[in-house]
């Protein structure tokens, strides 16, 4: 039996959460407190935003266009089958996978980067410590406690910045303050780790960035595989690729643009059917997830125990793939005009409610907040308590409220107040 095999990945202290739940003992659910926790995730509104949340293209450009929702089932589809390969429970990956990207903020990574610039004085803003902070504090499941109180299997699962990013920790201050010490249970080595579902989840979030995005770059025709055989294709690629890998050369990067280019390359037609993109794509998906190993001692402790193995040569293909969404999709100029309006947008919001949540919260203007965030607010301890939860309102929107909120508060032209946001 392989050690995955031979750790209780049922024990107390993966399975525990950190407020009491009814649901565990409950009289007729054979579920397992991971299948519990995607159940949580599936049915949180935080979740449920998603659908509304851009993936790389703007939320509703097209009906077959992928949003933040379609991709994070997608990476828990392929986090599960890698879980399940190697003996892990495919339960836990799902979950973690789905709850992987809640914290994005409208916009996406365009939208991130906006709210981190505008939060720099209170602490920063990081799409995955914001993750944290929805599952352990903002999801309003109960009445009985904060958040969604997940396992914490499930919660050191998506995890992905031990060492934390964007140049502040893991977790917010007031979240880490918040946690005591419960989340490592008494084990703050695994602070600089990562558990090996949260490996799993990371490794099929590259992914499916990596092709499913491609897929929607080749289904608008903002990127034909004919130009992948260009120099210039050729020379941005690689720049973009070794920002990720230093090491990689053109040597390196132009087999893979030949690779692709002739997979996808029928003989006779200007772009490549669906069918036959789909059917590329799965191929990839089967060779990066069968490809993969477990490491682990032969009594394993804990999750931290076991390392994900990807072959040095799949990893990089992976990164040159990602990269020609990263330069020949996203910075192409209809994607880039988009990007741009999203940055004004994310800011000018930022920008005028912080001004108001600074303010007299019972002058009539500070109505420009909803009412449970004003009275968040009210009960903030300082400035950049505030803050916080003035991101945390941002940051929740789709693109549409943002657009339309947006619209209402710096446009010139008047529109009917009850319509909704």
């Known amino acids: 039996m392989t050690a995955a095999v031979l750790y209780d990945w049922l024990n107390p202290l993966d399975t525990s959460r950190r407020y009491p739940s009814e649901a565990s003992g409950a009289e007729g659910d054979l579920r397992d407190p991971y299948e519990r926790d995607r159940a949580r995730i599936i049915h949180s509104g935080a979740f449920r935003r998603l659908q509304g949340k851009s993936q790389i293209f703007a939320a509703g450009w097209s009906g077959y266009l992928r949003t933040r929702v379609t991709h994070a089932m997608e990476v828990a589809q392929i986090a599960r089958a890698i879980a399940s390969n190697h003996g892990l429970p495919g339960s836990l990956a799902e979950a973690a996978a789905l709850a992987h990207d809640l914290?994005?903020?409208?916009?996406?990574?365009?939208?991130?980067?906006?709210?981190?610039?505008?939060?720099q004085p209170y602490g920063g803003f990081e799409g995955n410590a914001q993750t944290y902070r929805i599952l352990t504090r903002l999801e309003g499941?109960?009445?009985?406690?904060?958040?969604?109180?997940?396992?914490?299997?499930?919660l050191l699962g998506v995890l992905k910045y031990p060492g934390g990013r964007h140049g502040h920790p893991a977790l917010y201050a007031d979240d880490a303050q918040d946690d005591q010490g419960w989340l490592y249970a008494g084990h703050p080595e695994y602070r600089e780790g990562r558990s090996i579902i949260c490996q799993i989840m990371d490794w099929a979030d590259d992914i499916a960035y990596s092709l499913h995005d491609l897929e929607d770059g080749l289904a608008t025709r903002l990127l034909n595989h004919r130009d992948l055989g260009s120099g210039e294709a050729l020379e941005r690629v690689t720049a973009r690729a070794r920002r990720a890998l230093p090491g990689l050369d053109a040597g390196d990067v132009r087999p893979v643009l030949a690779g692709l280019a002739a997979r996808l390359d029928d003989g006779h037609s200007l772009a490549p059917g669906t069918a036959r993109v789909r059917e590329v794509v799965g191929?990839?998906?089967?060779?990066?997830?069968?490809?993969?190993?477990?490491?682990?001692?032969?009594?394993?402790?804990?999750a931290f125990d076991f390392r994900l193995v990807v072959p040095p040569d799949l990893a990089a293909e992976c990164v040159v793939?990602?990269?020609i969404t990263q330069e020949l999709i996203l910075r192409e100029q209809r994607t880039g005009v988009y990007a741009r309006q999203a940055v004004t947008i994310v800011t000018d919001l930022f920008s005028l409610l912080l001004e108001t949540a600074l303010g007299d919260l019972d002058d009539v203007r500070a109505a420009v907040l909803p009412l449970e965030t004003r009275a968040a607010l009210?009960?903030?301890?300082?400035?950049?308590?505030?803050?916080?939860?003035?991101?945390?309102?941002?940051?929740?929107?789709?693109?549409?409220?943002?657009?339309?909120?947006?619209?209402?508060?710096?446009s010139a032209a008047p529109s009917s107040p009850f319509a909704p946001l």
Do not use: W
């Open 103 to 119: 914290g994005h903020p409208p916009f996406g990574h365009n939208g991130e980067d906006a709210l981190n610039r505008c939060m």
């Open 141 to 154: 499941l109960t009445t009985r406690h904060p958040g969604a109180n997940v396992t914490r299997a499930t």
């Open 283 to 302: 191929r990839y998906v089967h060779a990066f997830v069968t490809a993969t190993r477990i490491e682990a001692p032969t009594s394993p402790q804990s």
């Open 321 to 323: 793939l990602k990269a």
């Open 378 to 410: 009210a009960a903030s301890a300082d400035e950049a308590a505030r803050a916080r939860v003035v991101c945390d309102f941002v940051s929740s929107m789709t693109d549409a409220q943002a657009s339309q909120y947006h619209e209402r508060l710096f």
